[in-house]
């Protein structure tokens, strides 16, 4: 047994008190729960298209594979999938390079594929919400091709188009976040181009009245076809500095060798904002809900998103909890934070450009208690959650060893330094057969070795497995009502290694206690502040074998352990 609780001594009246109002979000009133859009409290999964299930044996995942997962995805209990874009592209940057927003890629299907996926997603509760970048398109567009073909094309001014400071030198100092310079001198009329991402990534210039309308009657259709809303791609870069300011140059190199710059006048203009609220117009008209791809340094830079008024994005994600370190007081304060913004928190552990979690918090020793514990806390949280695909099986970063096998292209220029994304990206791992039952012909990326036991089929089979525990906590989610409507109470703050908090209802209290440490933990407890001297407590989820439920005065956790009970029954 690796984690153990026991409960001792006490009796106590259990009192009835009122929990705290809700916070700013007005969710309930005297005659019941007020109807809350779909989006609060929703797990939205991430499905990497080209990696989740292959139903032609090409090697590429594609939309009929996701349609044929559905049943899976439903039983796992998640609400929505965000999958990253499946629209015409040369895959340079794997999708986020558009060469038509108003189709499907060939390799991923037809438009008829997508209204099944669509359709069927329907039928399971299951939302569609698909990816949208906004900042830049493919060079392959027919808008950059007419744009770069003369100095006066209908479609020269959708991009950022300058001469250079002097023969051969770019406008001003601005890199690209892909390595080298953000400017490409383009042959046919001796101008540079802007590109804060690869040079087949040209940005479009949103001070241009004419792209922004392309670009919001882009969403409608697809709100039209039955989409949810959208995940938006590198917001803050939609502007830039119309003086073409130089960034300030900071101490140091980064990866691509580079002196480290600011990106002080090519991100985070305060135009965003004011572009985000004329997008938030148009996703009204349809109810639909805007998730951002939204890095940011601290809160206060995260509530911004939301705009004055609630009037921007409803989910700006909250990507900073990505860049903890596993402890117990980087974790506890950085919540706190989050949770006492103003806006509606977006929680996200890792996604298709970050390492993935299990390896990013394995020490090796302890990898599926610590995944469990991640996932027992975060999916408890006061929020919506963002998980991605894999996640709930343990999937590991499967990372290339050589420069040889690197198939993203910043890996290519920055390797070694820089591996690229590809470790996060492999093939989703269905059963023990060949390639993880995920194509019947060769996978683009390789899949591990550890997929013959870390998959699907095989921890479905085993009730202490990471996808056992994921379910579980999912369903907790539907039925619990504190976990749904509650605030979020910090219990024991000073505690160096473990993190516990409250879920308060009037509908019910939720107990979550997370060892984040390596060491077994003993927490006390007394909640007569929170309003129960004396409570008792129902495990309900637990990286642990059943004990005896009842009074509530400690808790006590093996390495890693993790406990949900319900308070006051
Ligand atoms: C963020 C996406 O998540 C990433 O995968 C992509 O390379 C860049 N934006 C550029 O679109
Ligand atoms: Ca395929």
Redesign the pocket.
Known sequence: MKTRMSFLALVVLLTTVSPPAAKGQNESSATGPIARPWWKNAVIYEIYPRSFMDSNGDGIGDLNGITSKLDYLQALGIDAIWI??CFPSPQV??G??VSDYVNIDPMYGTLEDFDRLAAEAKKRNIRLIL?F?V??TSDQHPWFIDSRSSRTAVHRDWYIWRDGKGPDEPPNNWQS??GLSAWSLDLPTKQYYYH???PQ?PDLNWRNPAVEKAMFDVTRFWYRRGTAGFRL??VDSLYEDPNLTDDPVLPGKDKFGRPNMEDKYNKKLPEVHQALQRLRAVADEYDAVLIG?TWTSNVAQLEEYYGTNGNELQLPMDLMLTNLRLSASEFRDHVKAVDGAKGWPTYVIT???IRRSYSRYGDGVHDDDIAKMVAGFYLTLRGSAVMYYGEEIGMENHDPITKQEVKDP?GILGWPAEKG?DGERTPMQWNSSVNAGFTTGKPWLPVPASAKTRNVETESKNPNSLLRFYKEVLRLRKTEAALREGTYVPLNETDPNVVSYLRQSKDGTILVVANFSGQAQSPHFDLTKQGFPGAKVTALAKNAAPVADGPLEEVRLEAYGVYIGRVGE
Do not use: C, G, L
């Open positions: 990253t874009p940057d794997f986020y390079d990816d970048v900042n830049h976040t892909f804060y991402f690869y990534q791609d590198a791809e996604n298709h450009d910043i994304r």
